[in-house]
């Protein structure tokens, strides 16, 4: 149970519920429910063979969707107590937010983004709605895990204009550019916080970048640069490690200050009011901020740009893009239950039912699993 609660944050009492109705558990609010049907999902399951920017026989050290959602939640909790937000409904947002994800991360994104452009193209975080909404096999009457408004809503971070107008009231925020709860304003900055972090971590502790590659953000540079001299007799994974933890610490902290500050001139008082606002509330400081797009930028050129990353993806979009084009032309190699969705499907909507049965079923995929797809189909 919460202790303390702001006005503006989210309560069961406030909450819109769920789009089936069920009777309250015992002593389980709605959103703890939320979090542990999640954990409790196959698509989370799944994530632990998930890419996030290394593929997982590169080594066991990096990072996978798993560790990232889980990292993704702590963060958000600690933001959430020290803001007095609903910390249940952040570890829910938080756990699942990238259940959407394809095989070999972006690259899987983008393959097959491309495959389905003659039918709406594919967003993976809209996938990881569709998950939770649909794809998810647990109740007898209805699809989906059958999660609250506010889980859903946090999830769905981004929408482009297109599917906003198509899906309901989910996708009211993105037509009328107003925002979501504070919380799921928390959950996406604490994915940034989280992702350029273990990014970070990962890719100086494989050797692919190096501290000097982070000149040009004299914050991350200034931290890394004195921890490696102070450091040089001993252990340089130390050092990358404990510049990595002051780092998410002062990120944090900024984040708290610069939303508790921003909250207060605000005078909200109740979560409408905090949706009904044109800008977020939750932000880091425009010093921090400039110096966290700096880093965004180093890592997308020196990192996810590197050879050995970019061969990766390579290899990542002949998997997923082969996969599509097979199975699109026998249906019949999928798993029987995905055949009999397909069919449904294709008697809706022909080609396109067929190509978001095969789209969802691939995105469900782990690596290594679209691994033995690909040798089986090709
Ligand atoms: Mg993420």
Redesign the pocket.
Known sequence: MLEKIASYAVTEATSKGRVHPETPHDYRNCFQRDRDRIIHSTAFRRLIYKTQVFVHHEGDSYRT?LT??IE?AQIARTLARELLLNEELVEAIALA??LGHTPFGHAGQDALDKCMSAFGGFEHNYQSLRVVDQLEQRYPDFPGLNLTHETREGILKHCSKKRAAIIGDLGQRFTNNTQPTLEAQLVDLA?SI??NNHDLDDGLRSGLINVSDLEESPFFYKIFSQAEQQSRQQNHMVAIYQSVRKIIDLMVTDLIDTSRNKIKASKVETVEEVKGLEQPLIAFSDTLFKDHKRLKAILRAKLYSHSKVETMYQQGVIYVSTIFNRLMENPEEMPERHQLICKKQEELTQKAGRAETVADYIAGMTDRYAISEYSRLS
């Open positions: 969707r990232h959602s993704v937010h990238d994915d989280a992702y």
